[in-house]
Antibody, heavy 121, light 107 residues
Framework: QVQMVQSEAEVKKPGASVKVSCKASGYTFTDYYVHWVRQAPGQGLEWMGWINPNSDYTDHAQKFQGRVTMTRDTSISTAFMELSRLRSDDTAVYYC??????????????WGKGTTVTVSS | DMQMTQSPSSLSASVGDRVTITCRASQNINKYLNWFQQKPGKAPKLLIYAASNLQSGVPSRFSGSGSGTDFALTIISLQPEDFATYYCQQTYSSPFTFGPGTRVDIK
């Protein structure tokens, strides 16, 4: 079945980096974009950006400029999101989700279960 | 960035009620509007895409409407499993912002 399996929870110190992975299965990885969305405790959803696994093109929200890197490894159908210079307000659940390539409504129809990232000294 | 607002921020309803949640964009977004349902501790679930298209497998009691700046999600005959938080999201322009959410709980 179609699924996106994310890496395990992480605990990081302020100033460190975290790299979250998202392994796709049950579909052709390069046929769908991968988006990253995060949710701080008790808060709403925040879209971070997306990557086109076919072309390696990325787009991300300006607030993460200089801190976020989205990559992919097509040989293992996995997308990665690395966030650097972590702060306490980066503590959140990070989700990956897919949307169909070439469909510009970008609706995210399959989601990973989320990876909890805790930033604490 | 495109700003999305939702109203109400929360509501209490009974099983069988008809519920409508509205979402407003700060600029014209045509029909680039999706709706998600989220339950505590779970990932969001896509309900409606492109403003009015029901995602496969989603019950027909859910419907979406609107275009431009004003949108609505309607649930006819609310069921126990529908108590959750609902988010709209615009995908007209990056960043693809979400609304703040509407919590639907049991009266």
């Amino acid at each position: 079945q179609v699924q996106m399996v994310q890496s395990e929870a992480e605990v990081k110190k302020p100033g460190a980096s975290v790299k979250v992975s998202c392994k796709a299965s049950g579909y052709t990885f390069t046929d769908y974009y991968v988006h990253w969305v995060r949710q701080a405790p008790g808060q709403g959803l925040e879209w971070m950006g997306w990557i086109n696994p076919n072309s390696d093109y990325t787009d991300h929200a300006q607030k993460f400029q200089g801190r976020v890197t989205m990559t992919r490894d097509t040989s293992i159908s996995t997308a990665f999101m690395e966030l650097s210079r972590l702060r306490s307000d980066d503590t959140a659940v990070y989700y990956c989700a897919r949307s169909k390539s070439g469909n510009y409504y970008y609706y995210m129809d399959v989601w990973g279960k989320g990876t909890t990232v805790t930033v604490s000294s | 960035d495109m700003q999305m607002t939702q109203s109400p921020s929360s509501l209490s309803a009974s099983v069988g009620d008809r519920v409508t949640i509205t979402c407003r964009a700060s600029q014209n977004i045509n029909k680039y509007l999706n709706w998600f349902q989220q339950k505590p501790g779970k990932a969001p679930k896509l309900l409606i895409y492109a403003a009015s298209n029901l995602q496969s497998g989603v019950p027909s009691r859910f419907s979406g409407s609107g275009s431009g700046t004003d949108f609505a999600l309607t649930i006819i005959s609310l069921q126990p499993e529908d108590f959750a938080t609902y988010y709209c999201q615009q995908t007209y322009s990056s960043p693809f912002t979400f609304g703040p959410g509407t919590r639907v709980d049991i009266k």
